[in-house]
Each structure stands twice: as structure tokens, then as C-alpha cells.
């Protein structure tokens, strides 16, 4: 009797799951899209990388102000903690004061701002990755920043003599924490290369969505399952919109469905090379 109950029981949760799959397949086939077609001469490599620079610049420039003001944070931070200068509020708050942690603090999150915009700026105009060493130091120049934003104060508290022990330490591993957690968010963990970008510049009709930061070859792609509108062009239109990858899901697929071709065309090619050199 017990078994039995159990078998209903498990065959009713099975029945359950397979009508929620059932569902979610219906609504996933539920999203019809509208389709705006942004047109766009076709346009040369020059071209379209002058326009990635564009698209770039305003982020470059707010990534460079945000990192001075990270480095203009840290001297204040050091000023305060060598006892330079001090900010009292006297009128409310008698004798209280704005620590060096406040200083450290903006640092922090004037880096890591300046970084995310910097790597959003690498994403829309990828450098070229021909010289490895200068495409790093391109990428992750955030991580660069980070440790100019630190380390000098590190060095400054762990040699300051006036300072009693305790709060030095307390100085140094609060900054060495802020420093390895903006040299994580400034290092770039996907970057792109202008090689990888230009690969995949001649496609001819591809589709992306407005927030997204990829192009897709389908307009079925499952990544496309929940966005109505679509926006459909040539992948060079895509790049020049900030949609800079091609989507991998589209990209995988793509590669089988050129690799099941291969064996499923006829191997009847009719293009010799005389006909080649005669459409020249
Ligand atoms: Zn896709």
C-alpha cells in the first residue's frame, strides 16, 4: 500500500514537471519579434574602425577623469593619515574628523568605475592583439591603475615613523584588500581583439537587441527567446551599433551547420579557376 501511494506520488510529480516543460516550450515559442532594419552603406575596414574609436572615446575619457580622481583620493588619503591636513567638522560634530578610510573608500570606487568604463570602451574598439604585450597592457590598464592607486600609500604607511603599529597595520590591510579588489574588477577576463571583431564583419544579415553587447546569425537563437524587438543588418551595421561579438550560441551553431553542409553538398563545383580569372 505504502509503495503503491509512492509510485502516485512520483508519477504525479512526473506528470507535473512534463506540463511545466510543456509550458515553458509554448512561452519560449510564444515571443514573435518585430523586426527594424537598420540600412547602412556598406562601408570599408577604415571606416569602420574609425567609427569603433567614436563609439569608444566618450567612455575612454570619463575612465581617465575617474582614475584621476582615484590617484587625487589616495594623495588626500595619505595627507590625513601622515597628518598633513585634517577635515574637522567643528560646527555639529566637535572633533569628528574624515578618516583616511573615507579616502581609500572613493579610491576604490573611483578605480573600479574608471575601469568598467575602460574595459566598455576596449569592448566597442578592440586594440589589436599583433603586438601581445602592448594588447595586455591595453586591456588591463585598470589593473595598472590599481596598483599606482595603493601601493605608494602601502609603502607610505609601512614606513611612516610616527605611526603606532597598530594603526598601520590596520592602514595596510585595508588597502592591500581595496587593492586586490580593483585589480579584479579592472582585469579584463574576456577580452576582444580587433582581429576577432574584423572576422566577423562581412556577415550579411545578422540580428541584435538594444541592450545587448553581441550580434546573432539566428533569430531563433535561445539568447533571443525573450526579446520581442530585434534589430536586423549587416554584421558591420551590428559593430558600428556597439554590438561587437558575434554571439558564441550562434557561432557554435554556425561552424555545425557548415560542417554538416560540407558532407550533405554535392561535390559538383562548377567554378574552375579559369572562371575565376575570367570574372577579374
Ligand atoms: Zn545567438
Known sequence: MAKNSNDAAKDAAKKALAAAAAKKETEKKKVTHT?????GQSIGKEELLAATRKNALPYRIF??????LAIAAEVFAILIFTHKIEFSFTVENPGWTISWIVCIVLDLIFVVAGSLLWKKGNHLDPASKKNKVRFWLHNNLGVIVSVIAFAPFIIIVLTDKNADKKSKT???????????????FSYDWNPLSQQEMLENADIETVYWTASGTVFHAYDDCSHLNNTVELFKGTSSTAIENGKTRLCKTCEARALREAEEGAVTVPSGNTETPEDTAAAD
Open 63 to 68: 575612465a581617465v577623469i575617474l582614475w584621476v
Open 170 to 184: 590596520i592602514a595596510a590591510v585595508v588597502a592591500v584588500a581595496a587593492l586586490v579588489i580593483a585589480g579584479l
Open 35 to 39: 523586426y527594424t532594419e537598420v540600412g
